[in-house]
């Protein structure tokens, strides 16, 4: 029962960075009915340049706002780079070129740095506190307060206030919104610069717990994928329960079946959603629309 | 909407005369070079494996060229394809001692086996799906080729594959393998103007005109994309073969991206651009090996080459070429038809060609069709009719299978099609034209036209490619469009490419047509032009049912008249007391 309850609060805390990325996701989604297949590669970029921040001898906060701002600024260029000339396409070309994009960033990082793991210090001097039967990371119970931080700030951002509810015109009907007077495209800009950080926010919480890899952003995007499909494509709600619940799946999978399929559980899962409930635990949309 | 007529009739002119065989026996020839030439010429053994992998690569992106040009589905999973089909000649002839062909057989049927389970997972949802499935299977395949050793042998990779005995020496397996590119080549290429490829191209272009012409479009699109598994798991057979030694890392997710490029560079549509595409990404890595000392460069140069290619050069190198080609083949004229077209619509049932009983579409509490009754008379012009949102493109869209009836019954012809996918309404008999025009915009109005005639079904036209062209022709010339056959849809103005719609139903042979506000968008001089071949349609005796908001067309041509008002039918009968009915007045004008 211990390991039960040790196992579901580290699958918690795993979980909650796949809702972070998978937040992105959704949000750029919503916005321009495209998936952004580099969204992963942000957190990557983003625990790097938190890497390369301390080895200029800044302070761990000051690194993480510099990383940060230099997300903001990498969703700016990706918006006009990728984005924004094939925006009057249809989703294959943008498709495409985001999975080029996220092939570009892995790989520059690659040759910028070197093939070796950096490790990145936790926020926190105390490695953890032992509550009753169970261990709690530190990393974790920063990473799951974040994440329930963001979940509260998105939903007031979206619903209160006047930019959330443009954002919010600007997905669900661009040419309506843009006769309204809101600027369809800086919605978007706005949109990219959002998911960047949010998803540059995720990969500077889970370096810590993993090590700051290339490969770690193909792996946290490709899950966070499987818990927007999991929870119901393009609802927000639905990315964060299926986030969490793919964390937990994972972790209590590796436990128990086997350690190096880990990363397998989550595709197993994902496709047997696509059979069985392909609209996932929040049923929105399928099927393209007409 | 006034073409120069072509209805005079000309002497039937000699299509196509020559077989097939011989039309493309250049091709053969070329290839048996190519053959002859790997057979005998004497590399050194650098220059052979360059070969022997752009050769076995290139099949790989023929798969890719059937998957994402001809049909526009994604795969990020051929390396993974390409994997499995070199595992099992790289397993099968080394631990299992299984003969190669076998192996190449086993292989080929494994990835298409892989191939079709993914696709039916996933090709009903949205392209994105696919994406990220393909993706999960390719992590998957190599999570296993690690980390499975007692099958794999993990990481060290499989050693010393065998060849078959009748190419043991490298030259001769080169030439082997060579031959199988152009044995592949020719299919995939020959395989966009079969009836199979047609089909994917109408899919890529337009899925719902696809479903209303006869096209199964989940069907067409598994066979596109276990086709694409198969070619990749042929290809990498014949690689294990080649190289003798396989290992994970040579089919990761970094290779599948390597293939998706060299489609990509070269032209996803045609086979002839997959092939300058792999030459040229494996010519020039090997030119520009110094790329290779830092780890990561290639491959980012790789992810800018996707982002660039996709932004100024869409089409591939060979779209170029492709593209110069289409604008010549559009100054030529298709020879005209050999004889007027002929409509027989099929009468199984009695008097009623269309009984509709009850029928509701509710979304959520909303009522857009309730409970409504049509009953279409065989012969003459039936119309739909009702002021905005009253329901009636809601009605069509329920009558042709894109929407799912909520209740009631629908017979068409003696046949119960209330639960049919669209594609089988129009096999039984069912043609329709839309409001906002879906033609295949890739494709000419004459390839147009023929997906009209190929529907399943059609008595009308005879077998065989020329019957096909000689059908479509009919209908194009009917249409008054004849003599511009090879133009793209794009160069035709509004009017005619709503005739195009109009030429791609009769095609069909329909028992019944559906026309959706044909005169949506006409000009009044166009407006009689449509009202005229109206007439022509209903002389021989096909039954049509007509929407459209246009009073004086519709109180001209329709003999029987149906008024829909929020979903609910108002008036049903003979048009001029429909149109008088007070009901219908106040519906359209308010009531005092």
């Not at chain 2, 070429?321 to 604008?327: I, S």
């Not at chain 2, 996918?421 to 004459?446: D, E, K, V, W």
Request: include cysteine.
């Amino acid at each position: 029962m211990d390991l039960v309850l040790q196992l579901l609060f580290t699958g918690i805390g795993i979980g909650a960075v796949y809702a972070l990325v998978a937040l992105g996701f959704v949000l750029i989604f919503r916005a321009t009915n495209v998936v952004n297949f580099a969204q992963g590669e942000f957190s990557m970029v983003a625990a790097y340049l938190m890497v390369v921040a301390i080895e200029f001898g800044l302070p761990y906060w000051a690194a993480f706002l510099v990383a940060l701002a230099g997300m903001a600024l990498l969703g700016v260029i990706f918006n006009l780079g990728v984005y924004y000339p094939l925006r009057h396409r249809t989703y294959l070309p943008v498709i495409i070129a985001t999975i080029g994009a996220s092939i570009l960033l892995a790989n520059s990082v690659l040759a910028i740095y070197g093939p070796q793991p950096q490790v990145l210090e936790g926020w926190f001097e105390t490695p953890g506190i032992q509550l009753g039967p169970i261990y709690l990371d530190s990393q974790y119970l920063l990473i799951i307060g974040v994440t329930i931080c963001l979940v509260i700030f998105n939903f007031w951002f979206f619903e209160k206030t006047l930019l959330g509810k443009k954002l919010q015109a600007t997905s669900q009907d661009k040419e309506m919104a843009s006769l309204l007077g809101i600027s369809v495209s800086t919605m978007i800009m706005i949109t990219f610069i959002y998911s960047a950080v949010l998803g540059g926010l995720a990969g500077i919480l889970v370096a810590p717990v993993l090590f700051v890899s290339i490969q770690m952003g193909s792996t946290i995007a490709l899950k966070a994928f499987a818990a927007t499909i999991i929870g119901g494509f393009g609802d927000v709600a639905g990315a964060i329960i299926g986030g969490l619940a793919l964390g937990v799946i994972e972790t209590f999978g590796a436990a128990y079946i086997s350690v190096p399929y880990k990363d397998g559980f989550a595709f197993l899962v994902l496709i047997a959603f696509l059979i069985f409930r392909p609209q996932g635990i929040f049923g929105e949309r399928v099927a393209e629309k007409a | 909407m006034s073409a120069p007529s072509d209805n005079m009739p000309i002497p039937a002119p000699a299509i196509h005369s020559k077989p097939l065989f011989v039309r493309h026996l250049p091709y053969f020839i070329g290839a048996a070079i190519l053959v002859a030439l790997a057979a005998t010429m004497r590399f050194d053994g650098y220059v052979h494996n360059i070969l022997l992998q752009a050769t076995t690569f290139s099949i790989a992106v023929f798969g890719l060229s059937v998957v994402l040009g001809l049909c526009g589905q994604i795969n990020l999973a051929q390396a993974a394809f390409f994997g499995l089909g070199a595992y099992a000649v790289g397993i099968g002839t080394t631990d299992l001692h299984v003969s190669f062909w076998l192996c190449l057989l086993g292989g080929c049927l494994i990835s298409l086996l892989a191939g079709a389970f993914l696709g039916m997972s996933t090709l009903r949802l949205g392209g994105h799906y696919l994406a990220m499935v393909t993706i999960s299977f390719q992590q998957i395949v190599t999570l296993v080729m690690i980390n499975a050793i007692w099958l794999t042998h993990g990481p060290d990779g499989v050693p010393n594959i065998k060849r078959p005995e009748l190419f043991q020496s490298s030259q001769s397996y080169l030439a082997f393998c060579v031959a199988m590119l152009a044995i592949v080549g020719y299919l995939v290429w020959h395989l966009a103007d079969t009836k199979l490829g047609r089909a994917m191209r109408a899919v890529r272009d337009n899925e719902l005109a696809a479903g209303v012409n006869g096209i199964d479009v989940f069907r067409t699109k598994i066979y596109a994309f276990a086709l694409c598994a198969l070619l990749g798991g042929l290809a990498g057979g014949l690689f294990a073969g080649g190289f003798a030694y396989v290992s994970p890392d040579q089919f990761s997710f970094a290779e599948s991206i390597v293939f998706l490029t060299m489609s990509l560079l070269g032209g996803v549509a045609s086979p002839i651009g997959s092939a300058i595409g792999t030459g040229l990404l494996i010519l020039i890595p090997e030119w520009l090996r110094f790329l290779k000392s830092v780890p990561g460069l290639y491959l980012a140069i790789y992810g800018l080459f996707v982002i660039l290619i996709i932004r100024f050069m869409p089409d591939g190198i060979w779209g170029f070429v492709a593209d110069a080609f289409t604008r010549w083949r559009a100054k030529t004229k298709a020879p005209p038809a050999a004889s007027a077209l002929l409509l027989k619509p099929a009468t199984v049932g009695g008097d009623t060609v269309l009984e509709v009983t009850g029928l509701s579409k509710h979304f959520g509490g909303l009522k857009a069709v309730d409970g409504v009754d049509i009953a279409v008379k065989r012969g003459g012009v039936h119309a739909l009719i009702g002021p905005n949102g009253s329901g009636k493109t809601t009605t069509l869209n329920v009558l042709s299978g894109l929407y799912e009836a909520t209740a009631g019954k629908i017979v068409l012809d003696g046949t119960d099609i209330t639960h049919m996918p669209p594609h089988q309404r129009t096999a039984a008999g069912l043609g329709r034209t839309f409001q906002n025009i879906r033609l295949f915009r890739s494709m000419t109005a004459l390839e147009n036209v023929e997906i009209g005639a190929e529907r399943p079904g059609n008595t009308m036209v005879g077998k065989g490619d020329d019957a096909l062209t000689e059908r479509a022709m009919e209908a194009l010339t009917f249409v008054g469009l004849g003599s511009r056959a090879n133009e793209l849809i794009s160069s035709f103005s509004y009017g005619h490419q709503r005739l195009i719609e109009i030429a791609r139903a009769l095609a069909s042979n329909p028992t019944l047509l559906l026309l959706d506000e044909p005169a949506a968008g006409l000009n009044s001089t166009e407006k009689l032009e449509l009202h005229e071949l109206l007439k022509r349609i209903a002389a021989q005796g096909l039954t049509i049912l007509i929407i459209d908001h246009d009073m004086t067309l519709v109180s001209e041509a329709a003999q029987h008249i149906t008024v829909l008002n929020f979903g609910r039918r108002i008036a049903d009968g003979e048009s001029m007391a429909v149109l008088r009915h007070p009901d219908v007045v106040s519906a359209y004008l308010g009531s005092e």
